[in-house]
């Protein structure tokens, strides 16, 4: 990927090196944090080095009466304007300059204390458009968003403080082929996705490969978010319990599951430590009074957690479940948890997933196996 922004955006840190030298500086740093616990060679999973990311948003700069795109500069002490982004899928790349035009071409309905624009969209061609303002929005704004709607071929939506404008939905819906099926997700845009559709399925792919050689039991799932890795693994295991906080997660997964026919599911909306709370028999939760926790015979557990990794007490809880599938955007806290897990487990496979190419940011995976 080129980029004429390459040095002053802050965004993509590697401009310097070629994708093939990125690729090698991150299995090198991934491969000796993990080196004390997997010494063989680490499976890895590259991306395409342009248009990967689904996901994006962007600053609002005014100057005068014209609008322009901005993302925070190199030396992190303010912004630039930019002209182009190759990181962003072609649905949003295609869309993303003629939304910019008619914000300048319109009077002020659009373009008044608009302050950012955020894009969701899939690989196939389904686009979300939110337009965040620092003011309140009325039918004017509404009138002229359908416009783009229209023009653009997408859906539109409005935010301010304490209001939220739909004018048709609040979500795209992704088909993924996935280890031979086709897996639809309705994502939202206010809950997670993983931001590289193309690492994704290769992610998710990776973990299917592993719990194929376990074949039996029940399925534990910890930071489920709108079930990505929960729909396309639960067809190897007899029940699965997959459990997330955010409640507008819990309801893409629910959908979801609908959406797939996948009925052997239940979702609880707790917090990892409440989880732990709950299968530790610590706690009992109203949200729990349908679910019959003594039914399950967990024989899998997957866990993704964020950049701090898992707590004392989840690590403790995992540690009594035959397999682990550790998912790591931080490979740092992976290796820290490492020095717990394998007291009772061994790594047995272990992958890198470059989610976020000409950056530094990492997915690790780990597979471990009771000793």
């Known amino acids: 990927m080129t980029c004429k922004h390459f040095g002053t955006c802050g965004s993509c840190g590697l401009y310097n090196y070629s994708y093939e030298e990125q690729l090698a500086q991150k299995k090198s740093r991934v491969s000796t944090l993990l080196h004390p616990f997997y010494p063989q060679e680490l499976a890895l999973f590259d991306s395409p080095d342009s248009h990967y990311r689904a996901r994006a948003e962007f600053r609002i700069w ?5 609008c322009d795109y901005a993302m925070g500069n190199s030396t992190k002490d303010g912004a630039i304007n930019i002209s182009e982004c190759p990181k962003v899928i072609e649905p949003i790349e295609k869309r993303m300059w003629k939304l910019l035009d008619m914000i300048n071409a319109s009077q002020e309905v659009l373009k008044k204390k608009l302050f950012a624009v955020e894009f969701l969209a899939t690989t196939t061609d389904e686009c979300l458009i939110t337009m965040l303002y620092h003011r309140k929005l009325d039918d004017e704004w509404s009138g002229e968003a359908k416009v783009l709607e229209s023009a653009l071929n997408c859906k539109v939506m409005g935010r301010s403080r304490k209001q939220k404008v739909l004018l048709s939905d609040e ?16 994502q939202y845009e206010s809950g997670f996705t993983q931001p590289n559709p193309v690492v994704n399925v290769k992610m998710i792919e990776w973990a299917i490969t592993q719990v194929k050689t376990v074949g039996h039991g029940d399925f534990l799932e910890a930071y489920c978010g709108l079930g990505n890795f929960t729909l396309p693994l639960s067809y190897y295991f007899d029940k699965v319990l997959a459990t997330e906080i955010s409640k507008s997660s819990i309801k893409a997964a629910l959908e979801n599951c609908v ?54 007490a989840s690590r403790r809880l995992i540690s009594t479940i035959e397999n682990i599938i550790y998912i790591s955007c931080n490979p740092e806290t992976l290796a820290r948890d490492l020095e717990t897990l394998c007291k009772t487990h061994k790594v047995v496979d272990a992958a890198l997933f470059d989610q976020f190419p000409h950056t530094t940011h990492v997915e690790s995976g780990v597979f471990l196996q009771i000793l």
Do not use: C, W
Not at 270 to 281: N, P, R, W
């Open 62 to 66: 005014h100057d005068g009466d014209r």
């Open 259 to 312: 959406l797939n026919g996948v009925e052997n599911i239940t979702f609880a909306r707790l917090s990892a430590q409440e989880m732990t709370e709950a299968l530790g028999k610590e706690r009992t939760f109203n949200r729990l009074n349908h679910i019959d926790l003594e039914a399950y015979s967990f024989s899998t557990v997957l866990v993704d957690p964020p950049r701090a990794g898992l707590d004392d």
């Open 171 to 186: 979500f795209v819906t992704e088909k993924l082929d996935i280890d031979g099926k086709t897996v639809t997700y309705v």
